[in-house]
């Protein structure tokens, strides 16, 4: 499967963590899109690394500027920008249904895994129903990546500074 190098701008989100003990990313992302007034338009993120008390997954969707994540009672964060692999996935719901998901990160960690950057989180990002972006964060220079103009969260409204926290502690 072709990868390509992508460079990835910050992006502010609303979040819900998962219990990766529990229900995991699927109740996640069913509670953050539960919260939401439309689905419509909206951009949706998978957030994930491993730390040393196991997996952490956040689901996410990319701020607008009419969001009130105080009155839709979700926390807020950033998904750090920078360097990743790209591999597009087709069909992706079967291959999340079939559990080959992490089959396929590992297979591009594997490959890439001298300039892996375990620092920042790996993304899924969900480009629409039949297309999966997974980005796995690498360390390096940029100038060989091509801008996501498709995830680029210039379009997606004014955050203030003092309010942005990183997904990474």
């Not at 990835?8 to 953050?32: C, F, H, K, T, Y």
């Not at 999966?132 to 100038?143: A, C, F, R, Y």
Request: aromatic letters at 8%.
């Amino acid at each position: 499967m072709a990868e390509t190098y992508v460079e990835l701008e910050d992006i502010p989100v609303m979040r819900v963590r998962a219990d990766m003990n529990g229900a995991g990313p699927s109740a996640a992302m069913s509670m953050l899109e539960s919260k939401l007034p439309t689905l419509r338009a909206r951009r949706f993120y998978g957030a994930f690394r491993q730390t040393p008390e196991g997996e952490e997954y956040y689901a996410c969707v990319a701020r607008v500027a009419t969001d009130d994540p105080g009155r839709m009672k979700l926390d807020t964060g950033v998904i750090p920008g920078g360097r990743f692999v790209r591999r597009k996935i087709q069909d992706w719901e079967r291959v999340i249904r079939s559990g080959g998901l992490p089959k396929v990160y590992g297979e591009m960690h594997d490959a890439h895994a001298r300039e892996f950057d375990p620092e920042r989180y790996s993304v899924e990002f969900y480009r629409s129903h039949i297309e999966l972006q997974l980005l796995l964060p690498v360390k390096g220079p940029t100038e060989n990546s091509v801008g996501l103009t498709g995830i680029s969260s210039a379009s997606q409204g004014p955050v203030e500074t003092n309010q942005r926290q990183r997904l990474i502690s």
